[in-house]
């Protein structure tokens, strides 16, 4: 399907998705008789995001390329959008002002890092690891390879965490208490990519793949949920060493559009002591 038709059907679910959350009463308005569909009207969202119907429905089909700033701000503000959700809803409806050159628009493909950065992974006193747009894993360091499993004994397809996370009964084992808020960042994850690099075709696939082999993934991905996480925690469950309660730190790396995440143990649990069991074994 041509490029453009795809970010115009982005576009549109995801206005339609962020409208079906709002009810009138959220915004302050009075809601008149039954509704076929649940949240804003689009007569609703135009009118406080203060510009006509016909303009909005334009913006919404995708068919007004040249909107402005001002009217984007006041979309999202009627919408209550995020950050992430804001930059996402630029990128749809502009597309040609979000990557003005080939270049921009070209996604890395997983490849080797830098010594350098080969080196500050290796440096990191707990798991860390790299993944690209797509969550490729491009490097890691031991400490990594010893909790989630060694990436570089897998074939290249299966070596991307939103392959694991939905297609592989381990990584779903492992991340047994946390596994619906690993899935749902990973998701919110690649919908960012998505909006930033819409003809990425290895993408593409990748979300075709995981749609028809993983129902969760899909019913995920319906919901248009965008989130671009810096921080969190995941509880994890190691098949040797039990488990493992583990913070973690995203540094965006923005000149390869890759991301380093690094996990330290969460105070006052067993995990700094079972990551030093597992590192005295694989080190």
């Known amino acids: 399907m041509d490029s453009a038709v795809e970010r115009r059907s982005e576009l549109r679910q995801f206005l339609r998705s962020r409208r079906a959350r709002l009810q009138p009463a959220d915004v302050g308005l009075v809601s008149y008789g039954p509704r076929r569909v649940p949240g804003l009207r689009r007569e609703e969202l135009a009118q406080l995001a203060g510009v006509s119907v016909e303009y909005y429905v334009r913006l919404e089909q995708g068919r007004n390329p040249h909107v402005s700033d001002g009217v984007l701000d006041a979309v999202g503000r009627a919408l209550r959008l995020d950050a992430a959700e804001q ?59 010893a909790v989630f499993g060694d990436f570089g004994e897998l074939p290249p397809q299966q070596r991307n965490f939103a392959y694991l996370t939905f297609l592989d009964e381990t990584y779903r084992a492992l991340f047994a208490d946390s596994w619906q808020a690993k899935a749902e960042s990973t998701v919110a994850f ?79 649990t067993e995990a700094g002591q079972n990551l030093a069991l597992l590192a005295s074994w694989t080190g």
């Open 190 to 268: 690649l919908r960012v990519g998505v909006g930033r690099h819409p003809d990425d075709a290895d993408l593409a696939s990748l979300l075709g793949l995981l749609t028809m082999k993983s129902p969760e993934f899909a019913a995920l991905w319906a919901r248009q949920d965008v989130r671009d996480k810096s921080a969190g925690r995941y509880l994890l469950r190691h098949a040797v060493v039990g488990p493992l309660d583990l913070d973690f730190e995203i540094l965006h790396l923005p000149e390869a559009g890759q991301v380093l995440v690094s996990y330290v143990p969460v105070p006052d």
């Open 87 to 145: 930059d996402h809803l630029r990128s749809l409806a502009r597309p040609d002002r979000a990557r003005p050159t080939a270049a921009a628009r070209e996604v890395p493909r997983p490849g080797p890092v830098r010594p350098a950065l080969q080196r500050l992974l290796d440096g990191q006193p707990g798991p860390a690891y790299v993944t690209g747009p797509r969550t490729d894993v491009v490097a890691w360091n031991a400490q990594a390879a």
